[in-house]
């Protein structure tokens, strides 16, 4: 694994590409969006065209540009006519208005599973999973813009591809445990790459990074202010060429050189390596325990909180998720994510996920009810349901790997 000490010394905003497809490689998440549907479904994914290049827009600012199954569909269909146009030579996507993506529609999802539509949202993750797959493993340079919200899925979407642009307004964060479910949409391969166990740290979490912390742990790519951002698509929007060389060059020359603040979660790489490699999540907190009592650290405090709020079930779910991952490609990571994703929404060992949509967005209480309550009544048979296939029947989450596989 990398260490992240040198890259918090000195990390440029334009610098080479970091892929994640090597395995041999202040906003609250209760941003209170408007998730009311009567967008037309084709504006929620717009298109722009350019001289040699397509731009794909989530257009669904009143919900942060949650995503939705014809989202994903519409995502899908359209990059892989633009892979098959020998006129496109690369690919970009962004956001509209304060977010880039806040992941997926999940108050929509918690209305289907309580009118016992299952099927609909294991629909949703299967779309979703494939789109991740396909970017994962797409043939020609794509570019995303991750300015403003970028959560769950919607780093999902974006991680998986050549170059992720970050700026002074991006909120990265993975904050699914806090509704009951697990980081997906190939969260387990890429967070599993990061130095460290920050990658664990990140999942158990859902502590934020902003944009250059994710320079300096290598989520991006490239850095550069928000003021420019108009400047960068009008010269990408110029380009004659297919070459991802060209392509770097031009996001270079606008980047900035950046360094993490004093107080980035950065600097505290080592107590979360000696915390966060702990085996158990009952380990991790005793160690945070036991940092808290010898170093008087408020960090450590903090995180201790966050850690007793989360769903303990979710938390021991996420752990081996992560730690899998490790050693894991990336479809692989999406097989074992869907297994667990549909185990959580057709509620077989807890209804922990509709729990934490209904307090964080539905009823707003922020008081969700657990169950199981405590760590301690998590079993190891609980865990290894969420790993299996729901029935016989059921089938897996089935990818093009023969066909397609991931650059390095």
Excluded at 114 to 136: I, S, W
Excluded at 302 to 330: N, Y
């Amino acid at each position: 694994m990398r260490s992240v000490k040198a890259l918090v010394g000195l990390s440029r905003g334009s610098f080479q590409r970091v892929s994640f497809l090597s395995l041999s490689q202040q906003r609250d998440f209760s941003a209170q969006p408007n998730y009311t549907q009567n967008d037309d479904l084709q504006d929620q994914v717009l298109v722009e065209g350019r001289a040699k290049s397509r731009a794909a827009i989530i257009n669904r600012p009143s919900a942060l540009n949650a995503l939705t199954t014809s989202m994903a569909a519409r995502l899908k269909r359209l990059y892989e006519s633009w892979e098959e146009n020998p006129d496109i030579g690369f690919v970009l996507m962004k956001g509209s208005g304060r977010a880039f993506c806040s992941g997926a529609d999940v108050v929509t999802l918690y209305h289907l599973i309580n009118e016992g539509n299952v099927e609909e949202c294991k629909k949703f993750f299967e779309t979703l999973y494939k789109f991740v797959y396909l970017q994962g493993t797409y043939l020609k340079p794509h570019v995303a813009i991750l300015d403003g919200i970028t959560m769950g899925g919607g780093a999902g979407i974006s991680l998986p591809g050549m170059f992720r642009l970050v700026t002074d307004k991006t909120v990265f964060s993975h904050p699914e445990t806090q509704m009951g479910f697990h980081p997906d949409a190939g969260a387990s391969f890429y967070l599993s790459r990061l130095p460290g166990y920050l990658g664990e740290y990140l999942a158990l979490t859902g502590d934020k990074l902003n944009g250059v912390e994710m320079i300096a742990c290598g989520l991006a790519t490239h850095y550069s202010l928000n003021a420019r951002l108009a400047s960068i698509e009008e010269r990408l929007g110029k380009l004659i060429t297919d070459d991802p060389s060209v392509i770097q060059a031009s996001l270079a020359q606008y980047g900035d050189l950046v360094y993490p603040e004093r107080g980035s979660v950065l600097r505290k790489i080592d107590t979360i390596d000696r915390c966060f490699s702990r085996d158990t999540v009952e380990e991790i907190i005793d160690a945070l325990e036991k940092e808290a009592a010898e170093s008087y650290d408020e960090w450590c405090k903090a995180a201790l909180k966050k850690l007793r709020e989360t769903s303990p079930i979710s938390l021991k779910v996420t752990l081996r998720s992560i730690r899998e991952g490790r050693f894991q490609t990336l479809h692989q990571c999406l097989a074992r994510e869907y297994r667990i994703s549909l185990n959580g929404v057709s509620k077989r060992v807890s209804d922990d996920f509709c729990e934490g949509v209904r307090a964080q967005l539905v009823d707003k209480d922020f008081a969700p009810k657990w169950d199981p309550p405590s760590l301690e009544e998590v079993s190891k048979d609980m865990v290894d349901c969420y790993f299996s296939r729901l029935d016989e029947l059921e089938p897996e989450l089935e990818l093009p790997t023969a066909l397609r596989e991931p650059y390095m």
